[in-house]
């Protein structure tokens, strides 16, 4: 096998995430008397975390406490509308066993822990959010510290992601990545970006991998 490890982003890549963070970021900006959000606007405000999330959602209006009415909201929402990609187990099932995998997110650590505990329990061996002492993507520091836990090699490493943070974490951090167009961002904005590879099924990554 090439790779030793296999690192999933989470959000638009292992689950559909996207309803239940529109519902908070629109219950958080109606609490505060702002305009609520559609899909699209909160798809295109995803990924950097939380914060940002907030802060693009209320134009920077108030936006620490939108940050607190959607903390509040969405620590108990993580998984009423949110749901696993199709084909996403099988991938795994497959996967299991024979790589290390893991996942690396934007955010926060606690609640990553959450939705990996309900969806993914007993698959991944590891599971690590945003933290206050490592770098989130596009900072290499996040994989720098497992490499270092796990005493692997970048080349050891494939990385599978959705978005432009995830192609700009991978090519900082020197690592192979594979990214998905079923996500947050379509086909043609990652062809874009020169992502180097792009699929359309989870299953496509056995292909990848040659399996």
């Known amino acids: 096998m090439k790779y030793r490890m296999i690192v999933f982003d ?20 109606k609490t505060i008397g702002l305009n609520e959000r559609s899909l699209e606007e909160v798809k295109d405000f995803i990924g950097t975390g939380i914060k940002n999330l907030c802060i693009k959602g209320s134009n920077g209006i108030r936006s620490e406490e939108v940050l607190s009415h959607f903390k509040e909201y969405y620590s108990y929402h993580l998984c009423d509308e949110t749901s696993v990609y199709p084909n996403i187990p099988t991938l795994l099932l497959n996967l299991k066993n024979r790589y290390i995998l893991g996942i690396l997110s934007n955010k926060r650590n606690d609640l990553v822990q959450k939705l990996n505990n309900y969806y993914f ?91």
């Open 10 to 29: 989470l959000d638009g890549t292992l689950l559909n995430t996207l309803k239940d963070l529109r519902s908070a970021l629109n219950y958080a900006l």
């Open 121 to 211: 329990k007993d698959i991944f061996d590891f599971a690590m959010g945003e933290c206050d002492n490592i770098k989130r993507k596009p900072s290499p520091d996040m994989i720098e510290y497992i490499l270092k836990k796990y005493n692997l090699d970048k080349k050891d490493v494939l990385y599978v992601g959705d978005s432009d943070v995830d192609i700009t974490f991978s090519e900082n951090a020197g690592i192979d990545y594979v990214i998905v167009d079923y996500g947050y961002r379509d086909r043609a904005s990652l062809e874009a970006l020169k992502a180097r590879v792009i699929v359309s099924n989870p299953l496509e990554i056995l292909a990848y991998l040659g399996e």
